[in-house]
């Protein structure tokens, strides 16, 4: 059988570079907090954990219809750590390894999921996270093994410096997606602007290659 993660998806900040809560801002359309849960659920995994904090109740109505499991950290306050530790204590004692993800990486799909866990599955007792050249970060999977160092953790570096500590041995993938949090309104307003260039490239190539309209009559 082909071993799958679970997902541990963090969303309990409460924005205070953003200004507002930055998990219900749009792009496209949806909140980003519905985006990245769909994200996460578009690879199958075992199952996806929802960690919730600050207004937990508004952000449950943000998702619902979607299959999540939705834990409440009551000391969300305590940062990030403090959260991971929430979502990895849900986990079922048979959980291989867990797919800790951040609900502001917004520029991440389901295809840079997939790389990360195809890479995991060549060496799962490792722990494989992204890269954009420099640095190892979220979005990271993490094997059974390193559980409860995760519960220990605290502070708001999440598992930062478990996967740059130079005595583990961590799998880089290179997924630039990754880099883009939307931690200010201008990070959100620069991801918008890449994703419509994105788009107007794509419609320019599907323009070259219709073959030319022929009109008049023969």
Known sequence: MIPRPWVVLLAAGVSRRFGSPKQLARLDGESLL??????????????????????????????????????????????????????????????????????????????????????????????VAASDGKRLGPPAILPRSMFPALKRLRGDRGARDLLRDPGRRVVGVELPGAALDVDRPSDLAALKRIRSRGRTKRSARSSLARPPTRSGAT
Do not use: H, K
């Open 34 to 127: 519905r985006r990245m849960a769909r994200v996460a659920l578009a690879g199958r995994p075992v199952g996806c954990i929802l960690v919730l904090g600050a207004r937990a109740e508004r952000m449950r109505r943000e998702v619902a219809g979607l299959d999540l499991v939705i834990v409440v950290n009551p000391r969300w306050r305590e940062g990030l750590s403090r959260s991971l530790a929430a979502g990895i204590g849900a986990l079922p004692a048979d959980a291989r390894g867990a797919l800790v993800m951040l609900a502001d990486q917004a520029a991440l799909g389901p295809g840079d999921l997939a790389l990360l866990c195809a890479c995991w599955r060549l060496a799962p007792r490792r722990i």
